[in-house]
Structures are given as structure tokens and as C-alpha cells.
């Protein structure tokens, strides 16, 4: 099955600082999301983004399909953007189906 | 709002007893998923469903099993409860089936089998 990778597995920041986590995948892709999870466990949608840019606030992502990557943009990080933040990737599976298959994770802890 | 709720969000139980997890979506969607989450694996696909009467097995199925009797509900059983099935299982609804689908997460149920 297809391969997804997170990097780093761990980030210490100073509140204020910016930040780059990546999601390198093994095959080609119909599409890919980001999550954050955050420290109660909640897993919430922060793009749906098979290729291309999208911007939502401080948060930016970008996927580059044909080199099999995307990247997720924190800037001027806050303590609410602490938790684990998951690439998971959507390939077609056979018969008619695809599965959503997930890294294991950047976790991301910003300090005051 | 439409929102999609697990029940109990923590369950303790013991070795070999069987144990069923709630899963109820209002989103009105056909699609509905169980992962479970453990350190050092990330998420992981147990049972779908892309709709009423409709069951597929994902990548962690053993010692596990769903049936979907409606649209709204997927409750995922745990046959005879082992330790290694301790873990945090989240369930996630879609419209779609095709590529351009997006998941929607309940709140996870915390699950320890002693």
C-alpha cells in the first residue's frame, strides 16, 4: 500500500516563530488532507488540498503532486496550535473504492 | 448543526468480553468509517461503509465487526476484547466515494481492555 511520511516527528517552538512540517506519500494521489489534532483529541480539517495552494488565516498549505509532497505553513505560531498535525492521502484501493491512509503525525508544541 | 457523536467517549472493560462503540452521524452521508489510533502508527482503517447493508473490511479488521441497519448509525463490535485492542477509536462520515471526498471525525472513544 502507499507509504506517507511526516517530518519532523517533533517540533518545539517559541511562541511567534513560523514553522514548516512536511508529507512526502509513495505513489500518486487523488487527493490529500491535513488535520489537526488537538490536545483533547479532536481531529479537525485544515485543508483538503490534492494540488496547488490554499490559505486559511496564519495556516497555508501546498501540494506538489508530481513530486509526491506537500508542505503545511504555520506562521507566527500561537499555544492553540499545539497538538499533531496528520497528512493522510486518498488512493483508489480497487473496486470502486479509495481509502484515506494517514502518516503518523508531526507533533507540535509551542511555548509561551 | 449536523455533527457526528461516539458513545461512550471512555470505556473500560476486561478480557473477552464483547463491547460495542456508537457511532451516529446527522450529516445525512452515505460513507462511514472506524479508525483506531495508537502511538507510533497514526490512524488506521478498520471497517467502512458506503452505505445501508454495506460492510468492507479495512487494514486492522481482525477481532472486529460493523453493521450499517441505517444510514445515521455504524456501531463497530469488539467480538472478545484483547489488550492490544486497547486504543482511541474514531469514526468519520463522507458524502462521496470518489476521490475528491472529505472526512469528517467524531470525537474518539478512549477504550482500555484490562
Not at chain 1, 97 to 106: A, E, P, R
Not at chain 2, 58 to 64: A, K, L, R, W
Request: charged share 15%; proline share 4%.
Amino acid at each position: 500500500g502507499i507509504q506517507v511520511e511526516q517530518s519532523p516527528p517533533d517540533l518545539i517552538l517559541q511562541e511567534g516563530a513560523n514553522s514548516t512540517l512536511r508529507c512526502n506519500f509513495s505513489d500518486s494521489v487523488n487527493n490529500l488532507q491535513w488535520f489537526h489534532q488537538n490536545p483533547w483529541g479532536q481531529l479537525i480539517n485544515l485543508f483538503y488540498i490534492p494540488s496547488g495552494t490554499k490559505q486559511n488565516g496564519r495556516l497555508s498549505a501546498t501540494t506538489v503532486a508530481t513530486e509526491r509532497y506537500s508542505l503545511l505553513y504555520i506562521s507566527s505560531s500561537q499555544t492553540t496550535d499545539s497538538g499533531v498535525y496528520f497528512c493522510a492521502v486518498r488512493s483508489y484501493s480497487g473496486a470502486g473504492s479509495y481509502q484515506l491512509t494517514f502518516g503518523k503525525g508531526t507533533k507540535l508544541s509551542v511555548i509561551p | 448543526d449536523a455533527e457526528i457523536t461516539q458513545s461512550p467517549r471512555h470505556k473500560i472493560t476486561e478480557t473477552g468480553r464483547q463491547v460495542t462503540l456508537a457511532c451516529h452521524q446527522t450529516w445525512n452521508h452515505n460513507n462511514m468509517f472506524w479508525y483506531r489510533q495508537d502511538l507510533g502508527h497514526g490512524l488506521r482503517l478498520i471497517h467502512y461503509s458506503y452505505g445501508v447493508q454495506d460492510t468492507n473490511k479495512g487494514e486492522v479488521s481482525d477481532g472486529y465487526s460493523v453493521s450499517r441497519s441505517n444510514t445515521e448509525d455504524l456501531p463497530l463490535t469488539l467480538e472478545s476484547a484483547a489488550s492490544s485492542q486497547t486504543s482511541v477509536y474514531f469514526c468519520a462520515s463522507s458524502e462521496s466515494k470518489g476521490a475528491a471526498d472529505t472526512q469528517y471525525f467524531g470525537p474518539g472513544t478512549r477504550l482500555t481492555v484490562l
